[in-house]
């Protein structure tokens, strides 16, 4: 009997842990189609800008670690079209051919764009190298670095520039009177104070000018111009975390979008026309934060699909109300994580290398990750 196929359009942290879900009982055939050779997580930004080889230690991971993947055929290439009506994708392969890959399930989870580090375009493992080490060093040669955001990329990046490299001056210009607007206004105290003590210039109250056409794809150098009336700053290199993020739909039919080009998804993670199609992560209109792949919908996903294919009921996703979570990302004290009522649990440093990620992340989550 031949077994369903479901095709997952993306695999970044949240499609591959779709995969591993829907792959472990082998009911239904799973195939992943990513423009990365492996797993390169947006996740931690400033740690990966700071110490790159401690983030690619667990967050850049080749498909063929993860023992729960065994059964995923994953294919290398990059979406150009999709084909509702015969249910099938539209790829262009990393040798340059064209393929149609059909499914009876679709999962949309191509995230965003944000920046020079989540883009969709198409990379080999060295060209992710490159890049890595490139970034890397623009920073480590600057002596006077801004950052420019509100958000968790942006604070982060300040923060673990600044104690990777405490004889640097680090400025952090954010637009309101407080950075992290979507956490809760406790969490933002509690990071002021590591930023400070850190050495970080806070600078609340600046909204960056921006050319038209500018787009945040590269670290760049200064000077930069404020459309809220402070004079120009110089700096060596300037880093955009500005939130300007972009859906990566452009390969999509503009039937299964909202006004803003993301996947209109309703409570059960389907797309309203079509109910074969599902859609989570960044990409997916599910609420105002699109907290799905932060609240860990994977297995609900996962659990969805199998009912829509058995025609059974489906779950209701529940959205979060406030982002939480880790915010400044693994510090040499170790791990703080933020509740949603701002309150900060931090994990010791030894606690983070021999239980969280051996134990907690790579068995108990992603169900095995071999070493590289």
Do not use: C
Request: aromatic share 6%.
């Amino acid at each position: 009997m031949t077994r369903p196929r479901v095709v997952i359009a993306g695999l970044g942290d949240t499609g591959v842990l779709t995969a591993i879900h829907l792959a472990r009982r082998g009911d239904v055939e799973v195939v992943g189609i990513s423009s990365k050779p492996g797993l390169v997580s947006g996740q931690e930004l400033g740690l990966r800008l700071a110490r790159p080889d401690a983030w690619a230690r667990d967050y850049r991971v080749g498909f063929g670690q993860f023992r729960r993947l065994e059964g995923v055929q994953t294919l290398h290439g990059e979406l150009t079209g999709l084909d509702t009506a015969s249910q099938e994708l539209l790829v262009r392969q990393a040798d340059g051919s064209a393929l149609r890959e059909p499914y009876d399930v679709l999962v949309i989870a191509t995230g965003v764009t944000n920046g020079f580090w989540r883009r969709p375009h198409l990379q080999t493992d060295e060209e992710v190298d490159l890049d890595l080490a490139a970034q890397h060093r623009t920073l480590a040669e600057a002596s006077n670095i801004v950052v420019i955001g509100g958000g968790a990329a942006a604070v982060s990046s300040a923060l673990q520039v600044a104690t990777r490299w405490p004889e640097k001056s680090v400025a952090l210009h954010f637009p309101g009177d407080r950075a992290l607007p979507q956490h809760h206004p406790r969490t933002w105290d509690h990071v002021r104070r590591r930023l400070v003590a850190a050495g970080v210039d806070l600078r609340p109250g600046h909204r960056a000018e921006l050319p038209d056409g500018f787009a945040a794809d590269r670290i760049t150098g200064g000077p930069v111009a404020w459309s809220s009336g402070q004079p120009a700053t110089s700096a060596d290199a300037v880093l955009w975390a500005i939130g300007r993020v972009s859906p990566n739909t452009g390969w999509l039919p503009a039937s299964l979008l909202d006004d803003d080009g993301f996947v209109r998804a309703d409570t059960t993670l389907q797309t309203p026309d079509h109910p074969e199609v599902f859609a989570i992560g960044d990409v997916a209109a599910t609420d105002p934060l699109r907290s799905s792949a932060r609240a860990r919908a994977d297995g609900l996903l996962a659990r969805n699909i199998r009912a829509h294919l058995a025609g059974g009921e489906l779950k209701e996703f529940r959205p979060a109300r406030r982002r939480w979570g880790s915010v400044l990302g693994f510090e040499t004290d170790g791990l703080r994580v933020y509740a949603p009522t701002g309150q900060a649990f931090r994990l010791p440093a030894w606690s983070v290398r021999a239980i969280v990620q051996p134990l907690i992340v790579r068995r108990g989550i992603y169900g095995g990750v071999r070493r590289g």
